[in-house]
């Protein structure tokens, strides 16, 4: 079974129980938090995949990471399950699938907006609405900068790609005079 296969059945079960209790929005964000704490340790990570490293280290680290994000009860013994099992180095993917899930459930979609500079709150509000009046749904933008774009905008929404950026239409002009 692939790591995304289980951690795609994680992510599946703690959704199902949130969603129960009626902690969906709680959950999802002790759970990027949690995600964001490990993710800042490369180091951490690496251990979490070592065969040498034994139960009770990869105990302690979930419960560090309970204690560190005062999470509450479901996610603190998601996290104990993943040390047990050994899955803890699972829990990006594992946010990652939950994330989705609790986008679909509100009907929400993600954007990637990469910009050569930051965008302002101003026209990532704009981009925002745009966006939302195309696919009619809620967009959540995560805007990320990469200079290499040189200017303009490179937006996916799911597996749609509009790219304006300079690099792009630079690239277009190239092919143009080639012909």
Same mark, same amino acid.
């Given at each position: 079974?692939?790591?995304?296969?289980?951690?795609?059945?994680?992510?599946?079960?703690?959704f199902?129980?949130?969603?129960e209790? &009626? #902690?969906?929005?709680?959950?999802?964000?002790? *759970?990027? $938090?949690a995600?964001?704490?490990?993710?800042? %340790? $490369?180091? *951490?990570?690496?251990?979490?995949?070592s065969?040498s490293?034994?139960?009770e280290?990869r105990?302690?680290?979930?419960?560090?990471l309970?204690?560190?994000?005062? =999470?509450?009860?479901? *996610?603190?013994?998601?996290?104990?399950?993943?040390?047990?099992r050994?899955?803890l180095a %699972?829990?990006?993917a594992? +946010?990652g @699938? !939950?994330?989705?899930?609790?986008?679909e459930?509100a009907g929400?979609?993600?954007?990637?907006v +990469?910009?050569a500079?930051?965008?302002?709150?101003e026209?990532a509000?704009?981009? &925002? =609405?745009?966006?939302? #009046? =195309?696919t009619?749904?809620?967009? @959540?933008?995560?805007r !990320?900068?990469?200079?290499?774009?040189l &200017?303009g @905008?490179v937006?996916?929404?799911?597996?749609?790609? !509009?790219d &304006?950026?300079i690099l792009?239409?630079?690239?277009?002009l190239?092919?143009?005079?080639?012909?």
């Amino acid at each position: 079974m692939s790591p995304s296969n289980i951690a795609r059945r994680y992510a599946k079960a703690l959704f199902e129980l949130a969603s129960e209790e &009626g #902690k969906l929005d709680e959950t999802g964000a002790q *759970l990027e $938090a949690a995600c964001a704490a490990l993710q800042s %340790d $490369a180091a *951490l990570l690496v251990a979490l995949k070592s065969p040498s490293t034994t139960h009770e280290d990869r105990l302690a680290v979930a419960e560090a990471l309970a204690r560190e994000l005062k =999470a509450g009860t479901m *996610l603190a013994n998601a996290l104990r399950l993943l040390a047990d099992r050994k899955r803890l180095a %699972d829990l990006p993917a594992m +946010t990652g @699938v !939950f994330r989705t899930l609790a986008d679909e459930r509100a009907g929400r979609v993600r954007a990637r907006v +990469t910009s050569a500079v930051p965008l302002s709150d101003e026209a990532a509000a704009k981009l &925002g =609405a745009a966006l939302s #009046k =195309a696919t009619r749904r809620n967009v @959540v933008l995560e805007r !990320f900068v990469d200079k290499a774009i040189l &200017g303009g @905008v490179v937006t996916q929404v799911g597996s749609q790609v !509009f790219d &304006g950026s300079i690099l792009n239409q630079l690239a277009q002009l190239k092919r143009q005079l080639k012909a």
